[in-house]
């Protein structure tokens, strides 16, 4: 059975080179779902079973950390590990969204060994 994996990115490239990472890493995954924004996720996370989240941070609508927000409200960060992937590099940011539950964070542009390495110790 394969993992199911929602990319939240407003730039279909990022989302693309997610998708293509994952797929080079060697990962049972069964699913890719894909979103624009925090708002288009949480309907994604309603609708289907997803096993791991990645997410950008600066996003139209509904930026990366209202996201987390709501679902640390809805109590979703208790089963679904979330990967921040950004060029943010507030310090403070990121440490908010540390204390928030998120699971990693990579900086973008990501080194895609280190990527794998990352998602493979969180699924297994």
Do not use: C
Request: charged share 25%; net charge negative; no cysteine.
């Amino acid at each position: 059975m394969g993992y199911n994996v929602l990319i939240v990115d407003d730039s279909p490239i990022i989302r693309k080179m997610v998708a293509k990472t994952l797929k080079i890493s060697d990962l049972d995954i069964s699913g890719y779902h894909f979103a624009e924004n925090g708002r288009q996720a949480l309907l994604v996370l309603e609708e289907s079973w997803i096993d791991i989240v990645f997410a950008d941070i600066n996003m139209p609508e509904m930026n990366g950390m209202e996201l987390i927000e709501e679902m640390v409200r809805r109590d979703l960060m208790a089963t679904i590990p979330v990967v921040i992937i950004s060029t943010e590099r507030s310090r403070e940011r990121i440490e908010s969204l540390r204390q928030m539950g998120i699971s990693a964070y990579l900086h973008k542009p990501f080194v895609p060994e280190e990527f794998a390495r990352v998602v493979r110790d969180l699924l297994h």
